[in-house]
């Protein structure tokens, strides 16, 4: 198997400090979580930028101060998020990737539609196609977040019209309220539906995080853990930062004998460019 590439997601767009006291929201603190989940073996940090009252932030300066903060600190590969989904119905959808002009090693890639719970989290195509262009201007890595089977069918689609380029990188996202369900069995089902060759992660949401791990450990895929999907270590028990959780991660990898990738190790198994930073664009 590949050497393990685990991603760390501090914070994620909406879960509060009412239900963990220790979700970074500030830039400092987003950067120290992140540069700790960094020490502790994470080679990549997914981001989303927050105001100081934990409400989602689409400001290109928050986002332009959490990169400058990581990239002062270590060599982590920096992963933000261009979702919409907590955007106001009112704003344009293309206030959620303005900040790829900062240009970071890779953003999340949302392709295909579901009922987010109680919320419709919606994607078109058009949109799809609008984002995938503004990704290969700036040089930066698409993540296909796939929340059920049909996502990989639309990503493919894209590669077809020339919009993304093979082979794609997958993460898929499983238990959330009206996505795919956070099963082995569904986790095979979507491994065994994206082309040979594809890259490939997986997450799970709440008590599903930690056995959804540890199958794709098993598998040869790669893992993402953190706040976002999880705020708790165990039953009853809140993780203290989002580094303990990576430190599990990274232990069970080392039991079973699959070696952590690095930072370095990650951007090449990525095939991603050195990171470049806002005034070299």
Known sequence: MDKLIVTAAVNGGITSRDKNPNIPYTPEEIANAVYDCW??????????????????????????????????????????????F??????????????????????SFNCGSLNHGSKPFINPPALARELAN?????????????YHCGIIGEAMALVDSGHLTAPLSFNFALGIPGGAPATCKSLLHLVDSIPPGS?????????????????????????????????????????????????????YAQDIGRPVASSAEARAMLHIAPARTFQEA
């Not at 344009?92 to 900040?99: F, I, L």
């Not at 165990?234 to 989002?242: D, I, V, W």
Request: charged fraction near 25%; aromatic fraction near 6%.
């Open 134 to 146: 503004d990704l290969q201007k700036y040089g930066v890595k698409p993540e296909v977040e796939v």
């Open 86 to 107: 907590n955007l106001p119905p009112d704003k344009e959808k293309r206030v959620a990737w303005n900040h790829l002009k900062l240009r970071p090693d890779i953003a």
């Open 39 to 84: 020490n502790a073996g994470a080679s990549i940090a997914h981001i989303h930028a927050r105001g100081r009252d934990g409400a989602p932030s689409y400001d290109e300066a928050v986002f332009e101060e959490i990169v400058a903060r990581i990239r002062n600190k270590c060599n982590i590969l920096i992963n933000l998020s261009t979702s919409g």
């Open 199 to 251: 890259h490939w992660s997986a997450l799970a949401i709440g008590k599903g995080q930690l056995p959804i791990n540890l199958h794709t450990m098993l598998l040869g895929g790669h893992v993402r853990t953190g706040f976002e999907d999880n705020v708790y270590y165990r039953y009853g028990e809140l993780a203290k930062s989002n580094a303990q959780l990576v430190e599990r991660i990274v232990r």
